[in-house]
């Protein structure tokens, strides 16, 4: 009520910031406030003296604690985003900041956005700390937009904006520029975004950071020993999205039809294979048929002979390198010092003594009792 156009400058900055003391002190009382008394408030952004914009800033922004008057303080954005970026003073750009961050951003207010991006990127070069990591802010809620990526992508910026990531920075703004960049990596390789065919200027933000000439990995790298520990992590952080994309994009752009190495051998490779087979190559491959070329075993199966095996003997063996030739017994290599183990229920014939040591080492053959052979195991 004490509040009229009519006060002079200092009574009016006195009576807004005591208006802002008593919503932060008796919330409560400030409940029985009513629109008309925001639009009082309000109305104050169009005054003059720059202070008193600022008071007013602050008083709105402390009438967003009560709920119900944050819809009726968000018909005020265009004015609030105007007098943001049409005032170069920080304390002013600070208050109205804050009070953009604490507010929905309504639909019908994204062309003055884009119109105005290019101002709150030149305060991010200019302002002082405070106000640049409000603008980061900012800006970070316009990407979780969607419909603004590009447009922050393809925002004009100087040649000179990687040096707000050198060490020499202050810790909090580092911070906040890299969870900006983090923003701006992961929604550039969103589903929505990449199904799109972007144009970016040359001196774009996108080529700055993103581009094939961009020198941030060199920022990146540096970042990662600085003493604060919150932008350690958030470098991190930052260089593993960077490196997932690079990843991803590699992977769904590099692969052409018919480029992925066959799991198989060419036709000519494996007849070649078989070819030159070995007895140490071939593996002994179980069937299921019976046949009268090979040696049966109890269990009703067989085995394919192996290469280099009698296969007009009706299943018996040659003798392996290093034994007797004669056929009758297996005799040790003289060179070798390990044993040899007989395979178990294989029939050999045309032999005159059976070996029955199942484990043990080699042993000299028995001398048979009787002229019958027993051929069987």
């Not at 156009?5 to 008796?26: A, E, H, S, V």
């Not at 904006?161 to 920075?169: A, K, M, V």
């Not at 969103?190 to 199904?195: E, G, H, I, V």
């Amino acid at each position: 009520m004490s509040l009229s156009p009519n006060l002079d400058d200092d009574t009016k900055r006195m009576t807004l910031r005591n208006i802002t003391q008593c919503i932060y002190l008796k919330e409560s009382e400030a409940n029985g406030c009513i629109n008309d008394d925001i639009k009082l408030v309000a109305s104050f952004l169009d005054d003059k003296d720059k202070e008193t914009k600022t008071e007013t800033l602050n008083a709105l922004k402390a009438f967003t604690a009560v709920w119900k008057f944050k819809i009726k303080i968000q018909e005020y954005v265009p004015k609030i985003i105007e007098t943001v970026t049409s005032n170069w003073d920080n304390n002013l750009q600070i208050a109205g900041l804050k009070l953009l961050n604490g507010l929905h951003i309504p639909d019908y207010t994204h062309t003055l956005l884009r119109t105005q991006l290019t101002n709150f990127m030149d305060i991010l070069l200019t302002a002082n700390t405070l106000t640049k990591i409000q603008v980061l802010k900012f800006l970070g809620t316009l990407i979780e937009k969607k419909d603004f990526l590009y447009d922050i992508m393809n925002c004009q910026a100087p040649a000179d904006f990687l040096n707000l990531f050198q060490t020499s920075q202050p810790g909090n703004l580092l911070y906040e520029m890299l969870v900006l960049l983090e923003r701006l990596s992961e929604g550039r390789q969103s589903p929505q975004y990449q199904s799109m065919q972007w144009d970016y200027n040359k001196n774009s933000l996108h080529e700055i950071i993103f581009g094939d000439n961009s020198r941030l990995s060199e920022r990146l790298l540096a970042l990662i020993v600085h003493p604060e520990e919150d932008v350690q992590t958030q470098a991190c952080k930052v260089i593993l999205s960077l490196k997932i994309n690079k990843e991803e994009s590699r992977i769904s752009s590099g692969h052409t039809l018919g480029s992925e190495p066959s799991a198989y051998p060419l036709e000519s490779t494996r007849q070649s294979q078989i070819a030159n087979a070995s007895l140490v190559d071939q593996p002994l491959v179980p069937t299921t048929e019976s046949s009268s070329d090979t040696p049966h075993i109890e269990n009703g199966g067989s085995f394919h002979p192996l290469v280099g095996t009698d296969e007009t003997s009706g299943g018996s063996f040659h003798p392996l390198l290093g034994t007797d030739e004669t056929g009758h017994s297996f005799s040790p290599l003289q060179r070798a010092n390990h044993s040899f183990h007989p395979l178990p229920n294989v029939s050999v014939e045309g032999s005159d003594h059976v070996l029955e040591e199942p484990m043990g080492s080699f042993h000299s053959p028995p001398v048979a009792e009787s002229e019958e052979s027993d051929n069987s195991i």
